[in-house]
């Protein structure tokens, strides 16, 4: 009786089209991190519960929490920002400023939906232990380089805290304030303006019927609130003129504009345009821990706006502090691997190959299995990447229909004829898709030899590499 | 008050200088994989509990079990094995043969030692479908390629359990036996011969004082054991032909023959040395799921004997049926990551460098720091590797000293006069190791400006690409 087979609700296999493309996007990813001096690190995927809720019990609910067989209470990691801080306190000896990133799942118990999942790839950079808004800049940068070199359309978005804390002193609030504010403020993208102002003020009902009470704000705060939000110059710098103006000498407000304005400076030598990434005082960023600069990139192709923000990050200085006792700097960004995936695959830019095999040795006669396993070899060492087919069909048609599937592109056919006279017939199985046969008809086209050469065994090497030369280039035609 | 902070018992994080060297080996490990045309596949940590213990309740003590807020019975995957079966039961449509490759944590709740984990990294293999002893060879010839490739001592021994089937035949033994038997030679290596004697006799006393029970066999039968485990030929063919005389006519020795003889043929036609892949009759194997040939490869390097068996499997053409109901053949080996890398870190075979940086531009003027961003950028775009110096430390000295420890080869060094100049000093930090000068005095290094040049700005992607090849060569010599 056969085991009940399959994932776990809200999990998923990635099988190796999938695979395969989501390892180019990472090594994309890494490639520029490594660029900007990051360094890779990991982490356990059970933490003590203790360090998982190190800064605040709310997470509690999504957390796997369970008590291991020793009876420690221990959980899956639900972020790799709380591990990170463990290690900065644990390894009390790692250079500093520490840039490191980080590429691991992490889970989560959320209600499952489709395109999201319980389980996903999270890809964080972190600079620890360096004040300097040059690295708040340089993870706004390495965000900037990462879009673009996966050639997605893109905006980054960024504004800080501190601007937040400064317009909470201008309406004159008290700083308690700040943090039922920016809540409100979140949901901007989602709910609208319209929705916000009644938020912060008399309350509204959802659609659900429910009452969401409001912050109960006067017009005219609200007003001046709706007049930040919506500040946006032609570039970073009159954006920043701008609130600067709006914000005049509210408590704070220099930090503040010393942040977008910094940073500003940064990218602007960096060559990164003002198209690219925006201040934008609107981003709240739901996490209460951020202290200054906060960021986030969104897809700007139509079809990919709902997939919001793919990437995100701030500077949370008090948050390492919790773990270490001593004030401890840091600041970085997250991408959701898994949902940045999904957006590339909406906007046609991933491939979905399922092999990386550049050619498939096929087995006419499985008396000569050991000679057609030399001629894998010999394709090995030459460098391809070759699969000997392994498989139960007997029939070259079926072969190659098994190495189409696998999109392999060149096959590599002998019988006794070929054998006797020391040659090889090698086929390229991309002219056979673009003449669009059938793949009923394979056999046929077999024997008619579709893009088929003959050549001597000695120059098989030398054919397949032309063969796939010769397929590059049509293909960057 | 801070968070106890600490990795759970058992448990470790990997650091950029381990995490780098660890990521050398995978992508080695990898490539090979690939080019014998295996692809990658990957699967949710949590299981369903009836997946992880689809062959034997005996696993579950090792398993983290627990009951999640679905209330469903799971557990973290302790092998890749299970999750493959699964993924093929479910994912009826995958190509056959589906030659697999994954690299992935699993969790066993073990007695933690030194050098042994609770989460280690495992990458398998696996090619499914395939009734062929040509894919049996395959993994043999990809073990030896792999162990090949990281530049490892070592030997593959391979035999099959359809030997062991044929020995039992032979001793005139019920089918039954066979396991218990295969217990008890399976402990050759560690207990050596004459324990396993008396296990197979009347039984023995350990050093504990336990009483193990003997199988209670006749002297002439583990004499026939003694003689068929110490079966050792010049040549893999010298070997089989020893087997094939001691077995005879025995049930299934035509069987267990041929798979040794096929294998070695395979082998042989790929080149691969009789010192290098041996047939070993002793070669047990424990689990109890393999139904045909198995392998395993030791290192044999004395210093390196202890890690025993760093990458070992067979084929298992019973076990999928547990999950697809159907007869599923499957051949495949398993490597313990971790354990390979502590092999070659006690070889000497890890170089362990905490960063890929290529260079350091060093922050002597905070003021300036945009324009120390700018040179950054400019390496950056150059394809160096370029960490641009973030930390608090204002001397150069002490930037430099972060530099050396981070192992970045070459700083960038600018003040004022650099600046007014339109120059940059340019400083090989490995000069300064070799003439071995303490870092203590790095700052008089500094002034007296060992190994460093200074030139115009124009020219500082061509100096440094001159300076970084002409440290390569001088490491390849």
Redesign the interface.
């Known amino acids: 009786?056969?085991?009940?087979?399959?994932?776990?609700?809200g999990?998923?296999?990635?099988?190796?089209g999938e695979?395969?493309a989501r390892?180019r996007i990472i090594s994309t990813i890494r490639r520029i991190y490594?660029?900007?001096?990051f360094?890779?690190?990991?982490?356990?995927?059970?933490?003590?519960r203790?360090?998982l809720l190190?800064y605040g019990e709310e997470a509690s609910k999504q957390i796997?929490l369970?008590?291991?067989?020793?009876g420690?209470d221990?959980g899956?990691r639900f972020d790799l920002t709380a591990p990170l801080?463990?290690?900065v306190?644990?390894?009390r000896d790692?250079?500093?400023?520490f840039?490191?990133y980080q590429v691991q799942?992490v889970?989560r118990?959320d209600k499952p939906d489709p395109g999201r999942f319980r389980?996903f790839l999270q890809f964080d950079i972190d600079?620890v232990?360096?004040?300097?808004r040059?690295?708040d800049?340089?993870i706004v940068a390495a965000m900037h380089d990462c879009l673009e070199a996966l050639g997605l359309a893109f905006r980054i978005r960024y504004s800080s805290r501190n601007v937040m804390n400064a317009l909470v002193a201008l309406l004159g609030l008290d700083a308690g304030m700040v943090k039922p504010v920016l809540r409100i403020i979140d949901k901007l993208d989602k709910q609208g303006i319209e929705n916000v102002k009644l938020e912060l003020g008399p309350g509204r009902t959802d659609e659900s019927g429910a009452v969401i009470e409001g912050l109960g704000l006067g017009d005219e705060r609200i007003a001046t609130i709706e007049r930040f939000l919506a500040i946006r110059g032609e570039t970073r710098a009159a954006t920043i003129d701008e609130v600067r103006a709006m914000l005049g000498d509210a408590e704070g407000a220099d930090t503040g504009v010393a942040d977008l304005a910094d940073i500003d400076?940064?990218l602007t030598?960096?060559?990164i345009a003002d198209e690219r990434v925006v201040v934008d005082p609107s981003i709240a960023r739901g996490l209460d821990y951020y202290t200054g600069p906060v960021f986030e990139a969104v897809l700007t192709d139509a079809k990919l706006e709902r997939f919001g923000s793919v990437m995100g990050g701030g500077r949370y200085d008090g948050l390492i502090?919790?773990?270490?006792?001593e004030r401890t700097p840091a600041t970085g960004a997250s991408i959701g691997v898994d949902r940045l995936f999904s957006a590339m695959q909406t906007a046609g830019l991933i491939e979905m190959k399922?092999?990386?095999?550049d050619v498939?040795v096929t087995v006419m006669d499985?008396k000569e299995?050991?000679?057609y396993?030399?001629i894998a070899?010999e394709l090995?060492r030459a460098g391809?990447?070759?699969?000997?087919y392994?498989?139960?069909q007997k029939s070259i048609g079926k072969q190659l229909k098994?190495a189409d599937?696998?999109m392999i592109p060149v096959a590599v056919i002998a019988g006794s004829n070929e054998f006797e006279r020391g040659e090889v017939s090698i086929k390229d199985l991309r002219v056979i898709k673009e003449t669009t046969v059938e793949i009923e008809e394979r056999s046929e086209w077999v024997e008619k030899k579709v893009g088929q050469v003959t050549v001597k065994q000695t120059k098989m090497v030398a054919e397949i590499r032309r063969m796939l030369s010769a397929r590059t280039e049509r293909r960057e035609d």
């Open positions: 009786m056969a085991v009940n087979a399959a994932a776990l609700k999990f998923r296999d990635l099988l190796p695979m395969l390892e490594e660029r900007y001096g360094v890779p690190l990991s982490t356990p995927a059970l933490e003590h203790d360090v190190g796997y369970f008590t291991d067989p020793d420690a221990v899956l801080s463990r290690v306190a644990e390894h790692l250079p500093r400023p840039k490191r799942p889970w118990y389980e600079t232990g360096a004040t300097s040059a690295a800049a340089e400076r940064f030598a960096m060559g502090e919790v773990f270490t006792g399922p092999s990386t095999a498939i499985r299995i050991v000679r396993g030399t070899v090995r391809f990447n070759t699969e000997l392994l498989g139960n098994y599937r696998q």
